[in-house]
């Protein structure tokens, strides 16, 4: 079980349908949905929050879903649903090239939205998770891999101490004349 509500960014100039949308979410599951009008608000929002699931719908006064979530993906590659009032071939296309994970045609079943919704929250979840541990085993490996090296750096400077120490050991038992006189007995 989480500890914090899925959040979720809305993207849809229909107001009515938006609070329709976003009130059956915070309802059927533990959600915090922003709504925004435009792909200009929805871009501004995502930089203040990085949601885990966004729903945009197609046809958007300032641009098109699609090229919102092209454009989302620079910083967040979050799950993205699609909605339509009459998706095309070339749109299902583009949809599925950009990973989207249903482009749902108008009118749809808000119990259907709210599964995908969760279903794609607890997958992004997984993956952050994931790529939060992948990021911690990397510094772990970093931080062994520089000690290892600062190790090496040591270990060279006392093996380079313990043969300088050596040479001066036997330059002076040289010059003491110690070894002639030991081999002359």
Not at 42 to 59: G, K, N, P, S, Y
Not at 163 to 182: C, E, I, P, W
Request: glycine content about 2%; aromatic content about 4%; some cysteine.
């Amino acid at each position: 079980m989480t500890d914090r509500p899925v959040e979720i960014l809305l993207v849809e100039q229909d107001t009515q349908l938006a609070e329709m949308i976003s009130h059956y979410l915070q309802e059927a599951m533990w959600a915090e949905v922003t709504h925004c009008s435009t792909a200009d608000e929805a871009m501004r929002e995502e930089l203040t929050t990085q949601h885990e699931v966004l729903i945009a719908d197609l046809a958007l006064p300032d641009t098109d879903g699609l090229t919102l979530i092209r454009e989302l993906r620079l910083t967040n590659p979050c799950p993205s649903i699609l909605l339509a009032d009459n998706p095309t071939i070339n749109d299902a296309r583009e949809a599925i090239r950009l990973k989207v994970i249903e482009l749902l045609p108008k009118p749809f079943d808000l119990a259907n939205l709210s599964s995908l919704v969760e279903s794609a929250a607890e997958s992004e979840r997984a993956a952050r998770r994931h790529r939060r541990r992948y990021q911690r085993a990397r510094r772990i490996a970093r931080r062994i891999v520089d000690e290892r090296q600062d190790l090496h750096q040591r270990m060279d400077l006392i093996c380079r101490d313990f043969v300088q120490a050596y040479r001066r050991l036997a330059q002076k038992v040289a010059d003491s004349g110690q070894l002639n006189a030991h081999s002359s007995k």
